[in-house]
């Protein structure tokens, strides 16, 4: 009886897209395996689940799925689980002295929820007032995509690329704004095709609301060239 409530305690979790930690939960021994190895044992299992649907596996459209799978999941969507590729952001002294808020806006996001392992698509935008230092504008880019590039949740992303920025730049005053379609929700489910999900984190200053209101009518300025 415990056992069900257990596993329905999980499913309500997975549904509602709740996350259990703020940090992407992860073994000890998560790394002891080579990239090669977990390909390997990747490929085997999905093989296997293809197998139980009742695919003929030796057809030749479906023979290298397996394998292009474990590649696809150990060295793209899930390779920002490997924290010896996390992008160095290397941060500048602020010489010229601007003051103001920088954003980085419309940054593509690209990441896997972790509770069905379907895509999550949208837009970041990214802020911060420089306190000292500066960092290149391709690192902020670069910051979102080696966050995304793992099984996720929203909340958590949102606030591990305002974490990451706040340590680079020495500074509170970092912003994140996400905006993406869960095709968890638009693709099974309830099947809304049109709804997308809102998570923002503000540190420092920009919990302040007019600097949020300056920020958010920098989001919505038209830059299409």
């Given at each position: 009886m415990n056992d069900n409530k257990n596993m329905d305690n999980v499913d309500e979790i997975g549904d509602n897209h709740i996350s259990s930690s703020t940090?992407?939960?992860?073994?000890?021994?998560?790394?002891?395996?080579?990239?090669?190895?977990k390909v390997e044992k990747i490929n085997h299992h999905v093989h296997q689940i293809m197998e139980t649907l009742g695919l003929d596996m030796t057809d030749d459209s479906l023979r290298g799925t397996p394998q292009r799978v474990a590649k696809m999941y150990v060295n793209e969507i899930f390779s920002g689980l490997d924290p010896k590729i996390k992008p160095k952001a290397s941060t500048f002294d602020n010489?010229?002295?601007?003051?103001?808020?920088?954003?980085?806006?419309?940054?593509?996001?690209?990441?896997?929820?972790?509770?069905?392992?379907?895509?999550?698509?949208?837009?970041?935008?990214?802020?911060?007032?420089?306190s000292g230092?500066?960092?290149?504008?391709?690192?902020?880019?670069?910051?979102?995509?080696?966050?995304?590039?793992?099984p996720q949740v929203q909340e958590r992303l949102t606030m591990q690329i305002v974490e990451e920025l706040q340590l680079a730049l020495?500074?509170?005053?970092?912003?994140?704004?996400?905006?993406?379609?869960?095709?968890?929700?638009?693709?099974?489910?309830?099947?809304?095709?049109?709804?997308?999900?809102v998570t923002s984190e503000y540190g420092g200053k920009f919990k302040d609301e007019n600097v949020r209101k300056e920020l958010l009518n920098y989001i919505q300025l038209d830059t299409k060239f």
């Open positions: 940090d992407n939960p992860m073994r000890d021994d998560a790394f002891e395996l080579s990239n090669a190895e010489h010229y002295k601007y003051g103001e808020m920088l954003v980085e806006k419309n940054i593509t996001v690209y990441s896997t929820c972790e509770h069905h392992l379907l895509p999550i698509v949208g837009r970041a935008h990214v802020a911060y007032i420089s230092k500066v960092v290149g504008l391709s690192k902020m880019n670069r910051i979102v995509n080696h966050f995304a590039r793992r020495n500074t509170k005053d970092v912003a994140c704004i996400i905006d993406a379609k869960h095709l968890c929700v638009n693709s099974r489910g309830i099947n809304d095709i049109e709804s997308s999900t």
